[in-house]
């Protein structure tokens, strides 16, 4: 237990430092290249034509699932456990890299600052480009507003995704119950779609991150909440637990308008509403009420939101584990 917490800070503290440099191999690309490969296996190239049907398709999404996971839980199990047999120090240092790599908050917020400096310099083209690396909807057609709005929800709802719901499956299960999550959560961004291609594939891979991240998400709005009266006199926490309220299932998921409205009604913003995907557009509900214009400053002050949001909760599970430490 001593090393799972140490190893749980000093993953916090390297991941709050790095980010995720490009030139450094990452497991969660190892993950995407092998959940492409097999998809082109059971399901074939975009460019075939169908000759399947639902229940088929929806059988192979289900033998995507279980390979994935299952190979997943495997690697991380051997390396960890390895490492720990051959000596604790090295376990913990192990573990701490696997901590690192789980989460994602300096990441989220490098990415999202490079559309807030193309938007500063008047670039719309420039901060277009740099939006669509992190959103999964057509971003030719925005305007600055609808950029920045595509950023803010991005780090709003990638708060839980990418930050609090890995940290607390890893606080939990250390490195093999954290890279399970993130393999869930990456197969659910790459094949978890209803269009014609993904429908039937994606629904086991869609269905389980809906399970897998119900309580996190809503332990993440409820930190946001939190973090908003620590943040200072930009953020509402008052508006944000009363938009949170009444509009954190105006989604079609039920767990992704949970932080972002507590998100909108921290900064008094409108979010959400229709957008399109793949040439298609797709009505969604607005969340929260527009008190006043979306602003690229909106973009800082929702990242701030972020890194107050993950020390509380990473605070919060090293005081928990500590007590189990103590009380065993």
């Not at 938007?119 to 507003?145: F, P």
């Not at 950023?151 to 890279?179: R, Y």
Request: hydrophobic share 45%; net charge positive; aromatic share 10%.
């Amino acid at each position: 237990m001593i090393y799972h917490i140490a190893s749980m800070l000093a993953g916090f503290l390297m991941d709050l430092l790095l980010g995720d440099p490009y030139w450094l191999p990452h497991p969660i690309r190892l993950i995407g290249n092998s959940i492409s490969f097999l998809e082109k296996r059971l399901l074939g190239s975009k460019t075939e034509e169908k000759h399947t049907t639902p229940e088929q398709e929806q059988r192979r999404g289900m033998l995507l699932v279980l390979a994935v996971l299952s190979s997943t839980v495997f690697v991380t199990a051997v390396l960890l456990l390895g490492a720990y047999r051959l000596h604790p120090y090295l376990g913990a240092v192990i573990e701490s890299i696997m901590t690192y790599q789980i989460l994602a908050t300096k990441c989220l917020k490098v990415e999202s600052m490079k559309v807030y400096q193309e938007l500063k310099k008047g670039d719309i083209a420039a901060s277009r480009k740099a939006v669509s690396m992190i959103v999964g909807r057509d971003t030719e057609c925005l305007d600055e507003t609808g950029v920045a709005k595509a950023a803010i929800e991005t780090v709003a709802e990638n708060t839980s995704d990418g930050v609090i719901a890995p940290m607390i499956f890893t606080a939990i299960g250390g490195p093999i119950l954290g890279f399970f999550y993130k393999a869930v959560n990456t197969m659910d961004s790459m094949v978890g779609y209803k269009n014609d291609r993904y429908l039937y594939f994606g629904r086991t891979a869609a269905k389980l991150d809906d399970i897998v991240n119900y309580i996190p998400a809503r332990i993440s709005a409820l930190l946001m909440v939190v973090s908003c009266f620590l943040c200072g006199k930009e953020f509402d926490g008052k508006r944000a637990w009363y938009i949170f309220k009444r509009d954190r299932y105006r989604h079609a998921s039920p767990n992704s308008a949970q932080t972002e409205a507590v998100c909108a009604g921290a900064l008094g913003i409108r979010l959400a509403g229709n957008a399109s995907y793949f040439g298609k557009i797709v009505e969604k509900p607005y969340i929260g009420d527009a008190e006043r214009a979306v602003e690229t400053e909106d973009i800082k002050r929702t990242n701030r939101l972020l890194y107050a949001t993950a020390i509380l909760c990473e605070a919060i599970c090293l005081s928990v584990l500590w007590i189990i430490l103590l009380i065993s």
